[in-house]
Structure formats: structure tokens, C-alpha cells
């Protein structure tokens, strides 16, 4: 009997008691019992600290301007499971998911039974189940997010055409590393002998790592602020960026994107250069066309996504240390008039405490710390509170604190959702309903 979709993802997830772990041994045992797909999709692959997923987003919305049919593979999700496998932005039907699961399942119940290769884990079970529907679709190309690092992450099975690291911060250092050095190493491990790679905006003393595994590959890096550039240009009073792109070929003035914030031009940038390192590749035409269309069709939720004007109401999921001080930059530049309040959860395997400090260095923001229903959610006992209690007002039910503020707001206020986006896209669901 046919499992249902529900039956399929509740399969999906019951490997996620297995945790995080990194290696390949696992996946590649999958994979070869699958005849090995990994060997047989086109890819570009993509590391970083923050900034991957709006990459991803940009260049599949710039491959598709251009007729190329892209497979996307990402996470987290923020609406529906099964957005995780894309193809053309249309996530996986739930009769092709349910019947790649039906067809891994006594694979992986096999594999169970050999210690050596036990114990696939929920990311390593995905990455095998994206690359087979890429390859059963035949898309064009697949563009790849890796989940963590890049050395030891599952997605580093594939043979990419093009590679890129997006950033380098300090993040998951309990398993890449306590140096950016050390970090900015396993980001590096994604890259492949001679294939080429787009750099984006990383610090001197990660770069000079990256650029030596670089070199040692012999693979040709294009660099920010080198090979291509994006200059900032002050927006007409309309929601996202505008932003001037350069690199061999010229200039492509005045482009836009919805998405709001500088880094999110530094993330376009890199999108822009892998784009035109695909179009050399496969001798497709570099269009501005295609890149201005396409920059303009972008959607990444829960990224500086304004879900409400009267009141203000922006989500974005900052759920590290380098992503807040991202945050923190766009709110002290676009919204020092307003009178901030944050609701805000993570998970306790971040440094909450720094994350808090930082948006407690913008004097115009108020803190509604909560939790919610995931594991390793903050946990509000931890009194997080005596960082400034003053500032800090705990919400034991953040959907009552949500309502609140909601009820509470004037048009001087900015209510932002920040935090794990596991919290925002739930945060997300309940207002769109609303």
C-alpha cells in the first residue's frame, strides 16, 4: 500500500534522531546503491556561512530567465517541505517525493544493518533523494546549497561545473572549528581540481586560506571586489536595493533586487558572476536581460521580507552571530526613525547571548525574547532577561506576544521577527493566516 505524504516525511524525519555527522561514507553507500547520480548531474554548488540560500535564489530566478531548466536543492524550508527539491522555484510534487521515498527505504534499512554505514542521517537521506530527482527530470543544471561547512558535508558527493563560498563567519564551531581560519577550511573543501569558483565578500585571513586550497587545486577564483564588483546606489524610496554590476565584460547599471539590505547586493554580485561563469561554460549568451529580469523575480522569504505595511512588519531569519550583525547594519541604515520591536528565538547551540548584545547596541530596539516548539529552542530559564532588563521583556507563548505587538503598533513602529528561521517560518505561517 502507497505510503501518503505525510507517512513519506514523517520517514524523512525519524532519521533525524541520527543528528548532524559529518563524512560521506554514509551517502555514498546510498548513492551507489542508486547507480550513483551524483556522478551524472550537472551542478553548481554552493558553501558559506550566511547568504547561500539568496544566492541559490537568484541564480536559479537568472538561469530561468535564460531557458535553463534548474534544480534547486536547499534549507531549511519555510513553508513546505517539499520546497527543499525544487525545479523552475516549483517544489517536488508529493507523488514523485513519495515514491523516491518508497524506493530508498529498503536501501536504507539495509544499510542499517551493516555498522559501518548505519545510521544515514535526515540531511545525508535528502541530498541522495535531490540528486536522483534532478537526474529522473533531466534539469539543465542543479544548483546546490550545502547544509553545513563543506568537506564533511553530504552534498560534497557531487561533480560541480562551477563551486562559490558566498561568506565566512564564526558559526557551527563546535564542528568546523573555533578559527575563521579553521572554518574558512572546511568552506574551502567544496572545491574541485580546475573547476572554477566565484569568491564573495570574506575577510582577508579566511580568504588567504580559501585562496591556497585554491590555488592548490589549480582552480581559477573570481574575487569580490577584484574579478567583479557591485557598487550600492541609494534607492527611490522603494522596497530592496539598486546597485551597479561589474566584471570583464562591463557594466550593468541600475539593476534591482527586492531583497533588502547590502549584503543582499554582495549575494546578487556573486550570483551574477556564477551566472556568466555558466553562460562561458556551456556557451549559453550572457544577457543583461536575464540578469535584470531575473534579480527582479526573486523571492526569498523570511530573508528582510516584509509581510505587513500598516503596521511595519519585516521577518528575517538572522540566526547566527554573523547574520545578526548583518541585520544590524540594515536596521541602524534604513529604519534609525523607528521604534524597533523584536521578537526573537534561536537555538541554544548559538551564542544567544552575543546575538542579544548586538541588537541591544541599536538604542531604538526593544526585546521580546521567547521560544517555540523545536529542539535545542532557547530556553527561557536560561534568563537571558539579565543582559538589560530594562530592554528585555519575556514572552512565555510568542503567538499572544505576536498579537500583542501587532495590537500595540503605530506607524512609528518596526515589529521585526529575527532569530532561528525555524521560529520565523512558523511566525510566518500564523501571520499570513491572520
Known amino acids: 500500500m502507497a505510503l501518503t505524504i505525510e507517512e513519506a516525511i514523517d520517514w524523512i524525519h525519524s532519521r533525524l534522531h541520527f543528528g548532524s555527522r559529518p563524512g560521506l561514507d554514509r551517502v555514498e553507500a546510498l548513492l551507489a546503491r542508486l547507480d550513483h547520480p551524483e556522478n551524472k548531474v550537472p551542478v553548481i554548488h554552493i558553501a558559506g556561512t550566511n547568504g547561500k ?66 545510521g544515514i542521517t535526515e540531511f545525508e537521506l535528502l541530498t541522495a533523494l535531490g540528486l536522483l530527482y534532478f537526474l529522473e527530470v533531466s534539469v539543465d543544471v542543479a544548483v546546490v546549497e550545502v547544509g553545513l561547512g563543506g568537506l564533511l558535508d553530504s552534498t560534497n558527493v557531487v561533480s560541480p561545473r562551477l563551486t562559490a563560498i558566498t561568506t565566512i563567519g564564526m558559526d557551527h564551531t563546535d564542528i568546523l572549528g573555533e578559527t575563521i581560519e579553521e572554518i574558512a577550511a572546511q568552506k574551502a573543501g567544496i572545491l574541485k581540481k580546475g573547476i572554477p569558483a566565484v569568491l564573495g565578500n570574506i575577510s582577508d585571513d ?33 522596497w530592496g536595493e539598486v546597485f551597479d554590476f561589474y566584471n570583464e565584460v562591463g557594466k550593468i547599471p541600475e539593476l534591482v533586487t527586492p531583497l533588502l539590505g547590502k549584503h543582499q547586493i554582495e549575494n546578487a554580485g556573486v550570483a551574477i558572476q556564477l551566472f556568466y561563469e555558466y553562460c562561458q561554460l556551456v556557451k549559453l549568451p550572457f544577457k543583461e536581460k536575464s540578469v535584470r529580469e531575473g534579480l527582479k523575480k ?37 529604519f534609525s526613525d523607528y521604534r524597533i520591536r523584536i521578537l526573537f528565538s534561536a537555538l541554544e547551540t548559538k551564542d544567544i547571548s552575543s546575538m542579544l548584545s548586538q541588537l541591544l547596541a541599536l538604542p531604538n530596539a526593544e526585546i521580546y525574547l521567547t521560544s517555540f516548539d523545536y529542539p535545542k529552542a532557547l530556553q527561557l530559564e536560561n534568563n537571558y532577561q539579565q543582559l538589560n532588563e530594562q530592554r528585555i521583556t519575556v514572552v512565555s507563548l510568542w503567538p499572544f506576544g505576536l498579537v500583542e505587538l501587532l495590537e500595540q503598533a503605530d506607524s512609528d513602529d518596526l515589529i521585526l521577527v529575527t532569530g532561528s528561521l525555524y521560529f520565523v517560518s512558523e511566525v510566518r505561517k500564523l501571520i499570513k493566516k491572520m
Request: glycine fraction near 4%; charged fraction near 20%.
Open 206 to 238: 579566511a580568504l588567504a586560506v580559501i585562496d591556497q586550497i585554491a590555488n592548490q587545486q589549480q582552480v581559477k577564483a573570481a574575487h569580490f571586489d577584484q574579478e567583479y564588483e557591485v557598487h550600492y546606489r541609494h534607492p527611490d524610496s522603494q
Open 53 to 118: 540560500g539568496s544566492t541559490v535564489s537568484y541564480l536559479q530566478a537568472m538561469l530561468q530567465e535564460a531557458g535553463v531548466t534548474v534544480g534547486t536543492f536547499t534549507s531549511p524550508y519555510i513553508e513546505s517541505f517539499n520546497e527543499r527539491i525544487a525545479v523552475n522555484g516549483r517544489p517536488i510534487a508529493d507523488e514523485a517525493l513519495i515514491n523516491l521515498v518508497e524506493r530508498v527505504q529498503p536501501l536504507v534499512a539495509q544499510m542499517d544493518q551493516e555498522e559501518a554505514i548505519a
Open 298 to 334: 526573486t523571492l526569498w522569504p523570511a530573508r528582510m521580507e516584509r509581510v505587513s505595511q500598516e503596521p511595519l512588519v519585516v521577518l528575517d531569519g538572522a540566526h547566527n552571530e554573523h547574520a545578526i550583525q548583518r541585520l544590524t547594519e540594515n536596521l541602524k541604515k534604513e
